[in-house]
């Protein structure tokens, strides 16, 4: 059974910096391209970036281009999204999936607030 | 970016009864159009893929038809577990995949 387990989250001011994490479990981590997809509060699904399996290709949304960095360690199982200057439309439950782009296997999400 | 448009927003059905989602692209997706089910508090679940192939695990009262830009989820005998806000999705000019807006699925 596919596992995706979330951390990092919590409240950040505008303009600070938070890393997440995501711990995969019950695949082949190294075999398969990752997403991160967030959820504002009461809104609905967006697209945030995306890595290759071997992190040689990487995809941003336009909305966190130029502050937010995807990466992965394969020898860790681990995905990580690097978000710096946050502003307080990207309040939102973060999701690691997996896969590029149809997204079969979800984390629980973990929330980052941004207010000062 | 393609936008995709989910109508009605909110769907009252009574449990047993046929429930019929709509999701508009703003320009052909051809085939590559997923459908997610969300329930409060919980991830999505990955319903439909391809316009009409059922995820792993998912009831065969989950049915998807269209092609281009007119898409529809069917529900055949929604059960109380099917209440739920339903999301539409396409990966045919990716990045970015979009989403709809969702609909709500409740009961009457």
């Known amino acids: 059974e596919v596992q995706l387990l979330e951390s990092g989250g919590g409240l950040v001011q505008p303009g600070g910096s938070q890393r997440l994490s995501c711990v995969a479990s019950?695949?082949?981590?190294?075999?398969?391209?990752m997403s991160w997809v967030r959820q504002a509060p009461g809104k609905g699904l967006e697209w945030v970036s995306a890595?290759?399996?071997?992190?040689?290709?990487?995809y941003y949304a336009d909305s966190v281009k130029g502050r937010f960095t995807i990466s992965r360690d394969n020898s860790k199982n681990t995905l990580y999204l690097q978000m710096n200057g946050l502003r307080a439309d990207d309040t939102a439950i973060y999701y690691c999936v997996k896969d590029r782009m149809v997204y079969e296997n979800w984390g629980q999400g973990t929330l980052v607030t941004v207010s000062s | 970016e393609i936008v995709m448009t989910q109508s009605p927003a909110t769907l009252s059905v009574s449990p047993g009864e046929r429930a019929t989602l709509s999701c508009r692209a703003s320009?052909?997706?051809?085939?590559?159009l997923a459908w997610y089910q969300q329930k409060p508090g919980q991830a999505p679940r990955l319903l439909i893929y391809?316009?009409?192939t059922r995820a792993t695990g998912i009831p065969a009262r989950f049915s998807g038809s269209g092609s281009g830009t007119e898409f529809t989820l069917t529900i055949s005998s929604l059960q109380s577990e099917d209440f739920a806000f339903y999301y539409c999705q396409q990966y045919n000019n990716w990045p970015p995949g979009t989403f709809g807006q969702g609909t709500k699925v409740e009961m009457k």
């Open positions: 019950g695949l082949t981590f190294g075999s398969y391209a």
């Open positions: 391809g316009v009409s």
């Open positions: 320009q052909s997706v051809s085939s590559n």
């Open positions: 890595i290759s399996d071997s992190g040689g290709k990487i």
